[in-house]
Structures are given as C-alpha cells and as structure tokens.
C-alpha cells in the first residue's frame, strides 16, 4: 500500500514563496507518475501539477504555468512542487497523487492526506 505525507504548508503573503514535499512510502516510487492537486475553499478539487514517473516530463494548470515548478528525486522517494508569486487565489488545501505509470487510466491510484496553503493579501 503505497502512503503520501505532504508538508510544507503555511501561511505566506501574497508574493512570496512555498515549497511543497511529499514522500512517497510502500512501493517502487519510479513506478508511478506523480502529481499535485488542490482543494480551494467551497471549490471543487482541481489540478495542479504533474510529472512523469522519470521526471522527464511535467505538466501544469494553466492557472499556475510560469509560477510553480514540479521535479522529483527518486532516491529520496520524493516530490516537490514549488510555488512562487503566491496569490491569494492559490489558497487551498494541496494534495499529492502518485499514478501507477502502467495504468490505463490518468486517475490517481493514491492520494495523501493534503497540506493547507493559505496566501494573504
């Protein structure tokens, strides 16, 4: 059973700059595809970030391209998702996912427990 921890949340104000871990525990990290999501409050889940099983490709939300940055180390069973010019509609609860890279499927097989960002104006 594969097990997400987050951390790195905070409070920050607008501007300023949040990294986000997440480790990976319970399976062949290198095995699976790894991503971001987050939770506004009253909103619904939505994408963040993703990055392949090698890291060497990634992917972004159109809302955040340019401002986050996601990478991982395999050896360390752990991705990161940097968050810079933070803004107050970047609050939410953040969510790492890990996707099986063997799926047929782009749904996340795992989800950690979230981590709460909140920016103030």
């Known amino acids: 059973q594969v097990q997400l921890v987050e951390s790195g949340g905070g409070l920050v104000q607008a501007g300023g700059s949040l990294r986000l871990s997440c480790h990976f525990s319970?399976?062949?990290?290198?095995?699976?595809?790894m991503g971001w999501f987050r939770q506004p409050p009253g909103k619904e889940r939505e994408f963040v970030s993703a990055?392949?099983?090698?890291?060497?490709?990634?992917n972004y939300a159109d809302s955040v391209k340019g401002r986050f940055s996601i990478s991982r180390v395999n050896a360390l069973k752990t991705v990161y998702l940097q968050m810079n010019n933070l803004t107050p509609e970047d609050t939410a609860v953040y969510f790492c996912?890990?996707?099986?890279?063997?799926?047929?499927?782009?749904?996340?097989?795992?989800w950690g427990q979230g981590t709460q960002v909140t920016v103030s104006s």
């Open positions: 990055i392949t099983w090698s890291g060497g490709s990634s």
């Open positions: 996912t890990a996707t099986f890279r063997y799926s047929s499927s782009d749904t996340p097989d795992y």
């Open positions: 319970g399976r062949t990290f290198s095995d699976y595809h």
